[in-house]
């Protein structure tokens, strides 16, 4: 289920053989006065088909005057967005708590809109992320594209040399493969490698670090076409620390 959404999601890692061991691990120690890990399945009526999972704890912290009981939620996995919408309904409605906990889910998660009231949500905004282009030409490649893009990128990198200079970007689109390379042709865009960095998995709008004046336009309209391009219609989120 999880290897589902790693296509449709910039930074989702595929899990190697062996990787879905490691959320099973349940020691008393790791459940900071919490229950046992439990879950709770979402099948095909007719099927049978597994179609989401939620895996949580529950810590109970009533006073004795009243219940206040917490879930706490380790991951959530769906096939379709009805599944989604149903798991954390279960989750939110388990009785003898009026609180949920969870950590690391994406900044665009559609649970900010399930609710009834959004007011009553506590979002903490936090790093977990981090991209650094080792070789700018097989990374620009390598990706793909939201928009045609036929430009040349002046690149400054004062710790990889050999990715200091023009590269000249051609994509056809979301199905088409990209292509990079050197160049001696005038450059529509200067930046630096962090920027590209920001940029690459389309969590960070070139359009607003020009803005702060982190790239520079070199041709008008160039900026806006590599904005364009370089978006992405979900927000980039990797789901465990490594």
Known sequence: ?????VPLRPAMMERRPGWERLPLLDGPGMRQGASPLQVVLAED???GRP???ARYRVKNESTGQSAAGVV?????????PQVYARLWSYLLEIDLTDTVQVRNRPVDDPLLHLVSDTRRLSPTLGDALYVRLVDVGAALRLRRYAAPLDMVLEVTDGFCPWNTGRWKLRAGGPDEDAACAPTAEAADLALTVRELGSAYLGGVTLASLGAAGRVTELREGALGEASRAFASQVAPWLPHGF
């Not at 289920?1 to 959404?5: T, V």
């Not at 706490?72 to 379709?80: G, K, N």
């Open 51 to 53: 179609l989401g999972y």
């Open 72 to 80: 706490v939620v380790r991951d959530v996995e769906a096939l379709s």
């Open 45 to 47: 009526a007719q099927s």
């Open 1 to 5: 289920m999880y290897a589902a959404g």
